[in-house]
């Protein structure tokens, strides 16, 4: 069974930085893609950021330019740096990893960024 753990979430300020974490365990191999999606109050779960253990990444426009996603393959681990964040970046950031056609989440990480 795949284990995903996220970390890095909290509660900045606008403008500030963050870096969020995504560790995959149980598999002894790597995952073929590996992303990061958001949920807002009362809002349905967003794609923020993917990448492909290729290295193929893609980003939703609102955060090109500030957010960057990258991974460790030796550590199986994904990461997302958040610079300029703003007020409307406040939500649950969720990791997901793909095995073929399997997918596996994580439990959720809150961001919020005050104004």
């Known amino acids: 069974q795949v284990q995903l753990v996220e970390s890095g979430g909290g509660l900045v300020q606008a403008g500030g930085s963050l870096r969020l974490s995504c560790a995959a365990s149980?598999?002894?191999?790597?995952?073929?893609?590996m992303s990061w999606y958001r949920q807002a109050p009362g809002k349905q779960r967003d794609l923020v950021a993917s990448?492909?253990?290729?290295?193929?990444?893609n980003y939703v426009d609102s955060v090109k330019g500030r957010f960057t996603i990258s991974r460790d393959k030796t550590k199986n681990t994904m990461y997302l740096q958040m610079n300029s964040l703003k007020p409307e970046d406040t939500a649950v950031y969720y990791c997901?990893?793909?095995?073929?056609?399997?997918?596996?989440w994580g439990q959720g990480t809150q961001v919020t960024v005050s104004s």
């Open positions: 990448i492909s253990w290729g290295g193929t990444i």
């Open positions: 149980g598999r002894t191999s790597s995952p073929s893609s």
């Open positions: 997901k990893a793909a095995y073929g056609l399997y997918a596996y």
